[in-house]
T-cell receptor, first 115, second 111 residues
Framework: SAVISQKPSRDICQRGTSLTIQCQVD?????MFWYRQQPGQSLTLIAT?????????ESGFVIDKFPISRPNLTFSTLTVSNMSPEDSSIYLC????????????FGQGTRLTVV | RKEVEQDPGPFNVPEGATVAFNCTYS??????FFWYRQDCRKEPKLLMS???SGNEDGRFTAQLNRASQYISLLIRDSKLSDSATYLC????????????FGSGTQLTVLP
């Protein structure tokens, strides 16, 4: 299993500002994933973060808006830039599935409100 | 069409009831199938994987029909603690995206 520490757990931010979310994993993992979960909705993948290379973004998400860092195999950050109220959501980092272990593990989530 | 579609819910059932959730997926290259549970204001956690032969874990039974691209979850003898959102999750073979999530079905078990 993997234990992921994600912070902050929640924040209220002014529009136009940026927030950086951090995820620390208790083991080395090749890929980390960043999801957004809007109220009453399921998880939407924002990007896949690989160590040593640029993140791969899904359709509708761009690096300028959601820059990601992956400095080593246990850590990643997601920045939500130039925020607007539409960015209010829960952001989750995740690892897995890996190898024969088919389970994905999630951080506790960051509940972001933009005012 | 969404890649993974679930019953819209919400489901409100009395304790002890049996409830079934359905899910369909559109990508025939889908390889692995799961049900995740998400409690209110919590992160998703794996409930059970779904195997072609069907599988059971206590009160929970999951079934897969590859021909119809259909997955189900049956909960017997519902408990108050079963109240949560149940997410149908699919993994496509060779996809770097790893997992695709359904929109979830909310279950409330009433006393």
């Amino acid at each position: 299993s993997a234990v992921i520490s994600q912070k902050p757990s929640r924040d209220i931010c002014q529009r136009g500002t940026s927030l950086t979310i951090q995820c620390q994993v208790d083991s080395q993992v090749t890929m980390m994933f960043w999801y957004r979960q809007q109220p009453g909705q399921s998880l939407t993948l924002i990007a896949t973060a690989n160590q040593g290379s640029e993140a791969t973004y899904e359709s509708g998400f761009v690096i300028d808006k959601f820059p990601i860092s992956r400095p080593n195999l246990t850590f990643s950050t997601l920045t939500v830039s130039n925020m607007s109220p539409e960015d209010s959501s829960i952001y989750l980092c995740s690892v897995g599935p890996q190898g024969t272990n088919t389970e994905a593990f999630f951080g506790q989530g960051t509940r972001l409100t933009v005012v | 069409r969404k890649e993974v579609e679930q019953d819209p819910g919400p489901f409100n059932v009395p304790e002890g009831a049996t409830v079934a959730f359905n899910c369909t997926y559109s990508n025939s290259a889908s390889q692995s199938f799961f049900w995740y549970r998400q409690d209110c204001r919590k992160e998703p956690k794996l409930l059970m994987s779904v195997y072609s032969s069907g599988n059971e874990d206590g009160r929970f039974t999951a079934q897969l029909n590859r021909a119809s691209q259909y997955i189900s979850l049956l909960i017997r003898d519902s408990k108050l603690s079963d109240s949560a959102t149940y997410l149908c999750v699919v993994r496509v073979s060779g996809s770097a995206r790893q997992l695709t999530f359904g929109s979830g079905t909310q279950l409330t078990v009433l006393p």
